[in-house]
């Protein structure tokens, strides 16, 4: 006995699957169209977002740190 028959025993076999498969479209069947569609313009998004150049955002000082500096500077001139 090889080492792959013994890690595929438990597994379904075919006709397992078969009905596995049609157990999932008896519960899931209404929404598979959807859930294809949000998955297609997913992709089709990820795609365009890899084509678009990257922009670095600028980096601002915070309001409450230039308030700290100037703080900081009067009363070193004091």
């Keep these: 006995m090889t080492i792959t028959s013994t890690v595929l025993a438990g597994l379904p076999g075919g006709y397992e699957w078969l009905?596995?498969?049609?157990?999932?479209?008896?519960?899931?069947?209404?929404?598979?169209p959807g859930?294809?569609?949000?998955?297609?313009q997913g992709i089709s998004s990820f795609k365009k977002g890899l084509n678009e150049p990257v922009e670095e955002p600028v980096e601002e000082k915070p309001?409450?740190?230039?308030?700290?500096?100037?703080?900081k500077a009067e009363t070193q001139d004091a």
């Design 63 to 71: 309001k409450d740190d230039a308030k700290k500096s100037e703080s």
């Design 35 to 40: 859930v294809a569609r949000s998955l297609g």
């Design 19 to 32: 009905i596995i498969l049609f157990i999932i479209l008896l519960l899931f069947g209404r929404r598979l």
